[in-house]
C-alpha cells in the first residue's frame, strides 16, 4: 500500500466503520465537494440512495445545507435514506422515469437540480440529464445496470451542463493523495458528524454469504469481511 493512500484512524472509530469508509465515503465527498462543488441552498439528485456511496453522499449533502432528493427502491430503504438527511425519497422501483423526473421538477418549482449524482448508469443516466437546471452538473460515478445509456443532448447542451465521469481507482491510479481528504472524513465520523453505514459485517470464511446478502440489494450501507469482528 503506498503512503499517500493511507491515513491514522483516530480514536473513537472502529476498525469496521473505518474499513468500510475509504471508497463509498470518499467517492461521496470526491464527486459533490469537489467536481461539482455543491453549494449551501443548491439541490441534489441521489440515485441508489441506500448504498455504501449514495448513504454517504446523502449525508455530506445534507451536512453541506443542500436540500436532497433521493431514490431508493424498497419503503424499508428509503425510510433509511429519509433518516441520514434527505428531505425527498422517491421511488425508484414502481415509478416511471417520467414520474420521477416529473416530481423532482414539481419539488424544485420547474427549475430542476443543481446537481446530479448518478450511481445507477443506463436510462438513469438520461433521467439525471433530463433533471437537471440550467448550469447544473451531472457525474457519472458507476453503470450498476450493466446497460447502455441512450440520451438526447437536447436534455443538457441548451442548459449549458457540466458532464463529470468518475471512478476512484482510476484517479488514484492517476496520482490523486487521498490523504487530506480521507482524514477529513475520518474526523467527521470521530466527532459524529458522519456516520458510516455497515449493514453486516462477516468473517473472510463467510465471504460467500457476504456475496450472497449482497446480490439480495437489501442492505443499508456497507457489507464488511474482517479476520475478526466484534
Same mark, same amino acid.
Given at each position: 500500500?503506498?503512503?499517500d493512500?493511507?491515513?491514522?484512524?483516530?480514536?473513537?472509530?472502529?476498525?469496521?466503520?473505518?474499513?468500510?469508509?475509504?471508497?463509498?465515503?470518499?467517492?461521496a465527498?470526491?464527486t459533490l465537494?469537489?467536481?461539482?462543488?455543491? *453549494?449551501?441552498?443548491?439541490?441534489?439528485? %441521489?440515485?441508489?440512495?441506500?448504498g455504501?456511496?449514495g448513504?454517504?453522499?446523502?449525508?455530506?449533502?445534507?451536512e453541506v445545507?443542500?436540500?436532497?432528493?433521493?431514490?431508493?427502491?424498497?419503503?424499508?430503504?428509503?425510510d433509511?435514506?429519509?433518516?441520514?438527511?434527505? &428531505?425527498?425519497?422517491l421511488?425508484?422501483?414502481?415509478?416511471?422515469s417520467? &414520474?420521477?423526473?416529473?416530481?423532482?421538477? *414539481?419539488?424544485?418549482?420547474?427549475?430542476?437540480?443543481?446537481?446530479?449524482?448518478?450511481?445507477?448508469?443506463?436510462?438513469?443516466f438520461?433521467?439525471? #440529464?433530463?433533471?437537471?437546471?440550467h448550469g447544473?452538473?451531472v %457525474?457519472?460515478?458507476?453503470?450498476?445496470a450493466? !446497460?447502455?445509456?441512450?440520451?438526447?443532448?437536447r436534455?443538457?447542451?441548451?442548459?449549458?451542463?457540466?458532464?463529470?465521469?468518475? !471512478?476512484?481507482?482510476?484517479?488514484? &491510479? @492517476?496520482?490523486? @493523495?487521498? $490523504?487530506?481528504?480521507l482524514?477529513? #472524513?475520518?474526523? $467527521?465520523?470521530?466527532?459524529?458528524? #458522519?456516520?458510516?453505514?455497515?449493514?453486516?459485517?462477516?468473517?473472510?470464511?463467510?465471504?460467500?454469504?457476504?456475496?450472497?446478502?449482497l446480490? !439480495?440489494?437489501?442492505? !443499508?450501507?456497507?457489507?464488511v #469481511?474482517?479476520v475478526?469482528?466484534s
Amino acid at each position: 500500500m503506498h503512503a499517500d493512500q493511507v491515513a491514522r484512524i483516530p480514536e473513537g472509530v472502529s476498525f469496521i466503520s473505518a474499513a468500510a469508509l475509504p471508497i463509498a465515503s470518499l467517492s461521496a465527498w470526491y464527486t459533490l465537494r469537489r467536481l461539482a462543488d455543491l *453549494q449551501p441552498g443548491e439541490s441534489v439528485l %441521489i440515485n441508489a440512495a441506500a448504498g455504501g456511496v449514495g448513504s454517504a453522499a446523502v449525508q455530506i449533502a445534507a451536512e453541506v445545507g443542500a436540500t436532497v432528493i433521493a431514490t431508493a427502491g424498497s419503503q424499508a430503504r428509503r425510510d433509511w435514506v429519509s433518516g441520514l438527511g434527505a &428531505e425527498h425519497v422517491l421511488d425508484s422501483r414502481t415509478t416511471s422515469s417520467d &414520474e420521477r423526473v416529473g416530481k423532482i421538477l *414539481q419539488l424544485t418549482d420547474g427549475q430542476g437540480v443543481h446537481v446530479a449524482l448518478d450511481l445507477v448508469g443506463g436510462d438513469a443516466f438520461g433521467e439525471s #440529464l433530463t433533471s437537471l437546471a440550467h448550469g447544473g452538473r451531472v %457525474i457519472s460515478a458507476a453503470n450498476v445496470a450493466l !446497460q447502455p445509456s441512450t440520451i438526447d443532448t437536447r436534455d443538457f447542451y441548451p442548459k449549458n451542463a457540466r458532464i463529470y465521469g468518475f !471512478q476512484i481507482t482510476g484517479l488514484i &491510479e @492517476d496520482g490523486y @493523495d487521498a $490523504r487530506g481528504d480521507l482524514t477529513d #472524513l475520518l474526523a $467527521r465520523v470521530a466527532h459524529r458528524r #458522519l456516520t458510516v453505514p455497515v449493514d453486516a459485517a462477516y468473517e473472510l470464511t463467510e465471504a460467500g454469504k457476504a456475496h450472497a446478502h449482497l446480490e !439480495q440489494r437489501t442492505n !443499508q450501507g456497507k457489507i464488511v #469481511l474482517a479476520v475478526r469482528h466484534s
